[in-house]
Structure formats: C-alpha cells, structure tokens
C-alpha cells in the first residue's frame, strides 16, 4: 500500500452550545476507514447525531452517520466504519465538514474533515436539516434491532451494511487490527481527555453561575442595555470555549432562521459593575466579516474562531 494511501487524524471539534466538547479520530485507508467519536454532552442530551456536510457546484449535502451512544463514562460515542469511496453515495474527500446534531437540525459540534474551508453556515445548517427520509428511517431501524445485536453495531454502522455482504466481509477482515488500533488511540487521548474533563468540572464547581464568576454587586442594577442579559448569567455556568479576552461568556439564543445556533454573550465588570458588553459568533475562518457585522474583529485562527463586536457601556461605543 502507497504511503499515501493512508491516513490518521485527531479532529477537534467546536463547541457551538454551552457544555458540549469533542473529538473525532479519524482513520483512512484505500478500501477502509472509521471514525470514532468521543463527545462530553449534558446529561439531558438525547437524540445526538453524527453528520458529514459537503458541498459542490450544485449546493450542499448531508450524510447522516448514525446516533450517538452513553458509554459507561457517561460520554457519547460512536464508532462508524465506511468505504472511503462510497459514504452516501459520494467519496470522504467530498465532505468539507463534519458535525454532531441534536434532534433535526441543532448543531452543536463541528470540526473540519481535511483543513479549513470556508462554508456558508446558513446553508450547512439548511443540509443538515434537509436529511433524507431514507437515512432517519434507517437509522431508526437500527436503534430497534435485538440488545445484543444493537450493541455491536454502536462500535460499527454503516449506512448499507445490511445490503452490501461483500462490504461487511471486508470490514470484518480488519476487525481484529482496527481494535487494537483503537486501543493505542485510547492510550493516546484518555489521559488529555480526562485532563480536559477534570478542569472543566473544577471550574463549574469554583463557579456556580457566571454572574458569581463576574463578581458584581447583586444589589445595583445594569446598564439598561444589557439588563436582559442579567437573568441568563444568573442562571448559565460560564461557556467554557467562549474566547479569552477577559469577558464572562454565556450561551445566548439566536432567532430562528438567523444561520447561528448560539452566540457568544459576555461582560466585564469593573468595581462590582459591569463596564463592557460582548457578542461573539461562531464562525468558520473567512477573511471578511459576515454581511451586518462589519466592525466585528475576528478572534480565533485559520480554521475556526468568533466574530467578535465589543462595546463600552460607559461611552455606549464599540471598544
């Protein structure tokens, strides 16, 4: 086998909705390859979904890889098994995009299949909400097969295992060397994995909610422009992925139809009073700005990050 012929990658996925991080680990070879998803959700996630996205000259398109399961840790994960050259009908390389889905069309994970691509969110959004009826359907045939049976095929589904013998025969022959594959990966990530894990409960535990991490005076009021956010960060712990800039991050709702599933909302406090406001949006890298948000600077690298717009609420203008 040409040296080119394979391929190994750790995909860090980015968190689009408080409380959810991730990881892919992908591996390809000529005839073969899997994916392995390891995901920290809240515990009152359900219905978590893998998905790939791509795009061509004729628009956007999705694939659905299959659901999610609790492992004995309490994370989801799945295992998927495919044929590089036919994964709903398309090869890997036409895939831009891969994405974790809660229920029909909330995207809270994402990460890149090969390198940064610049997509339109609106219309991934728009793909992975247009699923094919064919691919719920079969998904949810799935879920309804017998325990033992069931339980195998959370390590391995493949969306035409059942009609293709020959493939399933293939895959079965590399069964043995792909476990121990996965166990040398699983000595690679547990340790950062539980690392990661360990910090992100040790920062809740020190701060219940972000507004007794922003250390404000409870007893004065806010600005009147930012007053509504007062009962979110009153309820939401701190958003663990938001970007390091000194502001207290929560996840906020974004109106139906606006391409994002969140944004970004963070304070900085002065004297126990808060002293600036920040919007940020998750984004894939561009090199411009989105429509409407021209004066909004651009945090992250050349892979994905946030739109960021910052105002100082004592001169009610942009930082």
């Known amino acids: ?85 036919d994964i709903c009908g398309r090869e890997l390389e036409q895939y831009q995009l891969i994405a974790v889905v809660q229920g029909d ?19 991934v959004r728009a793909a992975v909400c247009a699923r094919s009826g064919a691919e719920r359907e079969d998904r949810m045939e799935e879920t309804e097969e017998a325990p033992q049976e069931n339980e195998e095929r959370v390590r391995e589904v493949s969306p035409r295992a059942r009609t293709d013998p020959g493939r399933r025969e293939r895959r079965d022959e590399g069964t043995d060397r792909e476990r121990e594959e996965e166990e040398e990966w699983e000595e690679h990530c547990t340790e950062k994995d539980e690392a990661q894990t360990a910090a992100t409960e040790d920062t809740a535990a020190a701060a219940q909610t972000a507004l007794a991490a922003l250390e404000v005076d409870v007893s004065l009021p806010w600005p009147e422009e930012i007053e509504g956010l007062r009962p979110l960060f009153r309820s ?73 717009t910052r105002i100082d609420l004592r001169r009610g203008s942009a930082l």
């Open 1 to 85: 086998m040409m040296r080119n012929d394979y391929r190994r990658a750790l995909i860090l996925l980015r968190s689009n909705a408080a409380g959810y991080s991730g990881h892919v680990r992908l591996e390809r070879r000529t005839l073969m390859g899997s994916m392995y998803f390891v995901v920290q959700a809240p515990e009152a996630a359900e219905d978590l979904q893998a998905v790939l996205v791509g795009r061509d000259r004729r628009g956007y398109y999705s694939c659905a890889l299959g659901a999610l399961r609790r492992d004995d840790r309490g994370q989801a994960v799945l295992r998927f098994s495919f044929d590089p050259r």
């Open 105 to 123: 069309c909330e995207i809270v994970l994402c990460g890149n299949v090969a390198g940064s691509v610049e997509m339109d969110w609106a219309q």
């Open 236 to 308: 939401q712990k701190v958003l663990m992925n938001a970007p390091d800039d000194g502001f207290v991050y929560i996840s906020a709702p974004m109106p139906a139809g606006s391409g994002y599933a969140m944004c970004a909302a963070g304070v900085r406090a002065e004297g126990g009073v808060p002293v600036a406001v920040s919007y940020a949006l998750p984004s894939l890298y561009a090199p411009e700005p989105p429509a409407g948000l021209e004066d909004a600077a651009w945090v992250g690298d050349n892979n994905s990050g946030w739109w960021v």
